[in-house]
């Protein structure tokens, strides 16, 4: 269902941060640019151990401040050797704290320690064997020739002193270097990616092994810290959520409700782009089967209205995001005052993020600004609520687990994602009561298969697209002009890339049948077979 909206947290590489979370070991990547430096911390996550992205600007006062376990130096687009590549602070090395360069972060530590690092005469993109020379330490449990995926154009020709070589590949003679006595490993290859088949392994050796790190970050320990900060925050003061039923913002409301109870209100705002059926069925599972009360706000024609007549993508989107700005202003109004606002912040956003705006005299943050390729607009900058932000500290299947573990369904935890704008941006072209209505049947039709097929949880989104167009048919011996739908069956991991979902000829020839003989104004089916990239997973 609709995503809430969540204001992203910025992180200002002006400022000196502290850590929210000071009883945890942490282990902190410093981010140079890399595309992989979320997945990083991710796949530390995993060994339920806290981690964290910071800009690579961050000094190493603040680290010291920090006190984590270990730092990692995520890779990155520039060569070490440019004139304006980017620098960390040399004295992270005095730290004393275990550091472990990736790519261009292991080159960055060649070089700031006195080694050299020069353009490679073959440089490796893709699958390369990890050849051992010293099985220990770091690549305890790496296997001998195991595939390590390498991304790289420049290579190191002198290591430092004090640093020996742990492994190699055919191309990359120093492809895993370390100084044991300070405690610092580079690797030339990414461990973090799936394709490379130890590289978890590695990982664990650097967070358990060499950072000494305990398994500290787990579900009951952080719902625990959550509810108790809650409701410090919080104290007696009221909470206003937009719920929208996935699960993300449901997450949240089962957490702030067990945390404070009555003193949450949750708001849904009906815009008219929802799936067939959803809305009522929200309503219901969380008044019924939850016990949370849900302030049903229809608002349906108000927004079909807003977009009569629009074409653009992106104007559509920027009108309902305003839009539900509006009504979520007019309602917030009548059902308050609140003196905070809940939001499904995740960390992903804290990482991508880059405005915060902070209460010069609480310190607290409040709402300015909402990122509209995830949510569905803004809140205005007079709309001053102090934010409750609970989740911000977890990526997406960290609160799909504790989604599960405080009662959450499995038919929330596990959704498709959902776009802000709904079928809005399913249906290309204008938006019209008829056609939403033609998407909506069809729709249905894949999701009611997709799950009696046992299917659903094989794709990562799967749902029908309304083409703005119409082509000739036959049915019953008479000639149709009627619209086609497109079939989007994809699978994926995080969303970032995608693949084409190679589902059954069966299943795709029962949901084009029953399209065709069920949704009226519909006479054909197509299935779209490309990959992200080069498109996009939404067609909108």
Known sequence: MVQTPTLPIAMDTTTTHTTDAPDLQSIVILDFGSQ???????????TQVYSEVLPYRTTAAELRDRAPKGIILSGGPNSVYDDNAPQCDP????????????????????????????????????KAALHIDDPTDLLTNVAEGSTMWMSHGDSVTRMPDGFVRLAHTDNTPDATIADHARKLYGVQYHPEVVHSEDGQALICNFVYHICRCEPTWT????????????????????????????????????????????????????????RKYEPERLVKLF?????IPVEYVQARDRFIDKVAGVTDPEEKRRLIGHEFIRVFEEESTRLGPFDYLAQGTLYPDVIESANTNVDPKTGERVAVKIKSHHNVGGLPKDLQFKLVEPLRKLFKDEVRKVGRSIGLPEEIVNRHPFPGPGLAIRIIGEVTAERLNILRDADLIVRQEINRQG???????????????????????????????????????????ADWARLPYEFLEIVSNRIVNEVKGVNRVALDITSKPPGTIEWE
Not at 95 to 115: A, E, H, N, R, T
Not at 233 to 240: F, I, M
Not at 455 to 461: P, T
Not at 484 to 497: A, K
Request: with cysteine.
């Open 36 to 46: 992989y430096s979320e997945l990083i911390a991710r796949r530390i996550r995993e």
């Open 455 to 497: 299917l659903y949880h094989q794709v990562w989104q799967a749902f029908a697209v309304l083409l703005p167009i119409r082509s000739v048919g036959v049915m019953g011996d008479q000639r149709t002009y009627a619209h086609p739908i497109i079939l989007r069956l994809v699978q994926s991991e995080d969303g970032m890339t």
């Open 287 to 291: 008044k019924d089967e939850f016990a």
């Open 219 to 274: 579900t009951e320990a952080f719902v625990d810290r959550a509810i108790a900060d809650i409701r410090q925050q919080v104290g007696d003061k009221r909470v206003l959520l937009a719920l929208s039923g996935g699960v993300d913002s449901s997450t949240l409301a089962f957490l702030l409700h067990k945390a404070i109870g009555d003193k949450l209100t949750c708001m849904f705002i009906d815009q008219g782009f929802m």
């Open 91 to 126: 004295e992270i090395w005095n730290l004393d704290i275990p550091v472990l360069g990736v790519c261009y972060g292991m080159q960055l530590m060649v070089k700031q320690l006195g080694g050299e690092v020069e353009r490679a005469k073959l440089a490796e993109y893709g």
